[in-house]
């Protein structure tokens, strides 16, 4: 009887649609459209896949666990064959372009996991950072130890003597050393101790303060919310919700289906 009010989308929904997305995307750094993906052949994991990110923001990406969300940032990043659907850094059109042409275009990357080499020191992961550019190693070194002292205090130790988050420092610290206008970070802070969580996500406003734009999957959503321009919540493959960070941390839809589940989901790992 009722069911024209019940099916009417909140903001964040109607914001998620391709119509509005194609609306909302014009003019932006990065964005997909209707990006379809997988890993094994006839199982689509991204389907109809929309992103945008504009130069200078932060945008989180957050969702249940197995939503598609590192799915999505590999796909961005090219390591996943796009089945349908498009890429495009301003304006150029990048789907399926290999990740070593993606970094020289100022893409960074840091997976989620296994994103050190731990038997070489703080300063040889850094140096791989920049194999494409070697003379520029001291000025980038210099510059990614101002954010990061530790990496330049400790640069003799080797990344497998570190903690959790030192670790995820010298991740980030490497990806920057190319000076990426785009950085991909995937849940750099799951795993880490509450105070290293929060200086994570404190370094990440430092270094879009420095001008690059950040794409961040994050497992600690709410935290996430809190610093993002804006986010997106994943499910199942396709972007559901879209809003400013404070607008999706008090969305009832979103609190109820998705913070709540998210928060309980992480917390039993
Ligand atoms: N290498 C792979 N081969 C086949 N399937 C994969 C592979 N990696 C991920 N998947 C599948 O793709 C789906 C999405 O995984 P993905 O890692 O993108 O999720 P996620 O949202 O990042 O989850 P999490 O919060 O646990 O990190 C899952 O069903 C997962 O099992
Ligand atoms: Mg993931």
């Known amino acids: 009887m009722s069911e024209p009010s019940t099916q009417k989308l909140t903001p964040a929904e109607f914001a998620a649609t391709p119509e509005e997305h194609a609306r909302l995307a ?17 199982v689509n994991i991204l389907s109809d ?80 950072g920049i194999y494409l550019r070697p003379k520029k190693f001291s000025e980038r070194f210099e510059f990614v130890s101002e954010l990061f002292p530790l990496l330049g205090e400790r640069k003799k130790v080797k990344a497998g003597a570190l903690s959790g988050g030192e670790r995820q420092m010298v991740a980030m610290g490497r990806a920057l ?4 206008s785009v950085l991909l970070l995937d849940e750099p802070s799951a795993g880490l101790s509450p105070m290293f969580q929060d200086e994570v996500f404190i370094r990440c406003k430092k ?11 994050e497992q600690n959503a709410r935290r996430c919310l809190q610093i993002c321009d804006r986010g997106y919540v994943l499910d199942q493959g396709r972007n559901a919700y879209t809003d400013t960070g404070t607008n999706l941390m008090n969305d009832p839809k979103v609190i109820e289906l998705y913070l709540g589940t998210l928060a309980g989901s992480k917390e039993k790992k």
């Open 207 to 217: 270094i879009n303060a420095t001008g690059v734009s950040i794409i961040m999957v």
């Open 26 to 42: 014009e003019g932006a750094l990065v964005r997909a459209d209707n990006l379809v993906a997988g890993y094994i052949p006839g």
């Open 49 to 128: 896949c929309n992103f945008f990110l504009r130069d200078g923001e932060i945008v989180g990406i957050i969702g249940p666990n197995g939503a598609g969300k590192s799915t999505l940032l590999k796909t961005l990043f090219g390591l996943i064959p796009v089945r349908e659907g498009s890429v495009s850094l301003r304006g150029d059109n990048i789907t399926s372009a290999e990740a070593h042409v993606l970094v020289t275009k100022g893409v960074g990357y840091v997976p989620q996991t296994q994103n050190v080499f731990p038997s070489l020191t703080i300063e040889e992961n850094l140096e791989m």
């Open 177 to 180: 050393m190319m000076e990426p």
